[in-house]
């Protein structure tokens, strides 16, 4: 966190032009416009270090990014037409023990009575298959290499997440992992005598895995602490609801010591004495909570960015739209921008 007695500038620029991050998170309540920013975050900082390659990945079920982009993805990265140096791709965050056995080559038997112990162990652990999941994602990242095979691996990923329960639930995940290993590292221990009946070797094996995977996954947890690789975005619109879950999903990410320290406002109105009554009265409203926000968040990079004429679709769109990130939004000079987002 910065120093008090300086100005906190209400930009991204501290994100978007730091180069050692290795992880960025951008999430808040549903319908807040995360993906619209996740995008932009994700374009200015591709235009901003073009020697470098970026990657957006979007773990919400309800993909949003081929829209957000104009352009289909899916499972694999995928180059965005017109930015090349910035790649993205879409993941379904579900799965099973048994799908992460298989696909981790673990020769889970679902007739061995030790596979009947482990579903059991799994079972009670809140958020296992959501821990499973992000160790796919994780193997899916590892595999992904830029389109174009000269270029360097992904320098820094963007995740676009899943609504604020999703999120703290997907961030809790290396824990549950740890917590999973650590009981089949127990029942491996208490089965000793009972490893060489059930196939010893092949247990020994399995359990060999399990460890390993824990060490990546504690690796990651520690990346996950680390203000220079990890942070993460929280994304709102200035309304009650919004502004308590805000404040509730910065309580909890300070739980899992994860550093946050900017705020994204969306949809703001900035409206003057020639706008419609009804839209004078949201933006009252509006700035009601926005007054709040500045006084509780002071010592925030709190990014105020305006409501639009049009949907933000389309790289050409999200460039005009993700250039405030940078340089706040300035209603009697940049009034026009809003506007000349055209409609898709």
């Not at 993906?35 to 990657?55: C, E, F, G, R, V």
């Not at 079972?123 to 160790?135: L, Q, V, Y």
Request: glycine share 6%.
């Amino acid at each position: 966190m910065e120093d008090t007695d300086l100005v906190v500038e209400p930009s991204l620029k501290e994100v978007v032009l730091e180069d050692s991050l290795k992880w960025i998170f951008v999430g808040g309540k549903g319908g807040v416009g995360k993906t619209t920013t996740s995008s932009s975050i994700s374009i200015q900082m591709a235009l901003n270090h073009p020697d470098k390659n970026y990657l957006l990945i979007s773990t919400d079920p309800a993909h949003n990014l081929s829209d957000a982009f104009d352009q289909k993805f899916g499972k694999d990265a995928r180059v965005v037409e017109g930015l090349p140096n910035l790649s993205c791709m879409e993941i379904d965050p579900s799965g099973t023990l048994e799908e992460f056995a298989t696909n981790n080559k673990l020769g889970i038997n679902p007739q061995d009575p030790l596979t009947n112990v482990m579903t059991e162990v799994t079972g009670s652990i809140p958020g296992i298959d959501e821990a499973f999941s992000f160790m796919e994602v994780l193997k899916h990242i590892k595999k992904q290499k830029h389109p174009d095979e000269s270029k360097v691996q992904f320098e820094t990923i963007i995740f676009d997440t899943a609504p604020t329960g999703h999120t703290l639930r997907f961030l809790q995940l290396p824990h549950t992992l740890e917590t999973l290993l650590d009981k089949f590292n127990d029942i491996s221990g208490r089965l000793g005598p009972l490893m060489g009946m059930l196939g010893g070797e092949q247990k020994q094996e399995l359990f060999g895995k399990l460890a390993q995977i824990k060490e990546e996954v504690s690796e990651v947890n520690k990346q996950f602490q680390n203000p220079d690789l990890t942070t993460f975005v929280c994304v709102c619109i200035s309304e009650f609801l919004s502004l308590y879950e805000t404040e509730r999903l910065i309580q909890d990410l300070m739980k899992y010591h994860m550093d946050v320290n900017t705020i994204v406002v969306n949809q703001l109105l900035f409206a003057d004495d020639d706008q419609c009554k009804r839209c004078k009265s949201r933006w009252k409203m509006q700035k009601k909570y926005l007054d709040q926000m500045d006084e509780l968040y002071e010592d925030y990079h709190l990014v105020k960015m305006p409501l639009c004429g049009n949907e933000i679709r389309g790289l050409s769109n999200l460039k005009k739209f993700s250039k405030f990130l940078l340089k706040p939004y300035d209603p009697k000079a940049d009034s026009d921008i809003i506007f000349s987002i055209d409609a898709k």
